[in-house]
């Protein structure tokens, strides 16, 4: 028997979650009762559906993760929570979190993750919500968050209600007179059983370990000592019949080994160098906590995520899961490529733009009219979850490769040949002065805005743009009418091809810029993003006179 306790508390500033959650260093989640505080703000948003209800929680491994697990199950306790279902030592996968709220009809769950930014006591951490649908919490949650988080005087907590989360068991407690749940469960088994109906495990398989006329298909998934470690040994190694070989990086670490675990051409670029080196004929890699993936093809061919949720719209009967309920929509995000449009427009199916954050995918979802979506920052998934999904996306184009018989690049070409090419590339300032920054963005803003602005002619490497329409975008959700404003600044050239500028929602410090470029070929598919894109890249640093702004000649990454 155990009894809660009222502590007072003074609220903290800057509380307010990003894309993705509250992201800040771990020395910012370390103080007095910054975190005690932030959870009691996310119970208290639930008012009385809080009290019986149950809750998810799990994180991708990295440095405080059970730390703040043991503060959630202590608040819990004291909130008036009836269980809380957790993953073993902490662990879930934030696509498992998003399953596992789904099937057991949760209320909703924790994450404690800060996804693709580095781990460890001097780098980052973070707590996301998110609801009962499995799907990060909406705008108007999270501003109600950031709301109590700035009048917050009190805490209640079970000081002395300590519990195991290292072995698979249900603990029972008693609580100020009601009993409290803890539930540890295994960290991968709803969710890989949630795949095996998804997918054609055996179809794969055969792909992976070759038959007598065809040889075997040498995969290379690289964990990035994140979350999805456990479930790439469980799928990789015990279900499709994989070798160590077949597999990096496999363990979770706290500082996922020093490596920053954000699957680009950048920072993955060891796994890059492997499928090179290697004779592999597909790369995949996976971030922190796993819900973002990069494909590669043999010769470590890349796959943009633009084009890889277009070859997959294209393709989508193969996989089981879609041969049975059908495709209704598709979508992707503003400064994603618009490859996926012209697969939507081929099909007859609907497409929807919609802001930069999985959350804004979710009401379309729960409407049924969309099925498949992505995102150019690495992120692509199905309505079979309400989170992006790294290890879907790697074994949705396994499926399509074992149906094709073709390899990722073959894949590719067949793609642009048909409906022509997208070139993508985007360039990241990192950690610049926020100060100035917002200064660019605002000039940006009023360049782009003032009268004579569209129509006015652009030239750069012997290409000339003119623009027809620049705007910040702002998006209306077409299911609760909810607006989203100040989204992105975009140019839009007469040709199509776009050029957008946005600051990062999900760094821990400092201002990331973020520079998208986008040009459709026809016919001319067979080229270099780099030479194809030169000219709108000189186009937009121009414009936006980003690096007299951001003191930078050259990004940190381009993807
Ligand atoms: C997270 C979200 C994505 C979003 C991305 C944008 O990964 O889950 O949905 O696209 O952040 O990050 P940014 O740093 O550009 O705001
Ligand atoms: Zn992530």
Redesign the pocket.
Known sequence: MSNSVTVDTKPYEGQKPG??GLRKKVKVFVQENYTENFIQCILDVNKTSLIGSTLVVGGDGRYLVKEVVDKIIKISAANGVSKLIVGQNGILSTPAVSYIIRKYKTLGGIVLTA??NPGGVDEDFGIKFNCSNGGPASDATTDAIYKLTTSIKQYKIVPDLNCAIDKIDVHTFQVDQRQFTVEVIDAVEDYVSYMKEIFDFPKIKALIQGTEQRKPFNVLIDAMNGVTGPYVKRIFLEELGCSEKNVRRIVPLEDFGGAHPDPNLTYAADLVEAVKEGDYDFGAAFDGDG??NMILGRDAFFVTPSDSLAVLADNLECIPYFARGGVRGLAR?MPTAAAVDRVAAARALPLFEVP???KYFGNLMDAGQLSLCG?E?F?TGSDHVRE?DGLWAALAWLSLLAHSGRSVQEMLQAHWKQFGRNYFTRYDYENCSSESCEEMMSVLERTMTSPGFVGSAHSAGGKEYVVKLADNFSYVDPIDQSVAKRQGLRIIFEDGSRIVF?L????SSGA?V?VYVDSYEAVSVGGAAADALGPLVSIALDISRLKQYTGRDEPTVIT
């Not at 990062?504 to 760094?507: A, I, M, N, P, V």
């Open positions: 894309t993705s996804s693709h819900d973002r995000s930069t954050g999985w995102e920052s992120g992006k946005r990062s929602g999900t760094g990331t973020r």
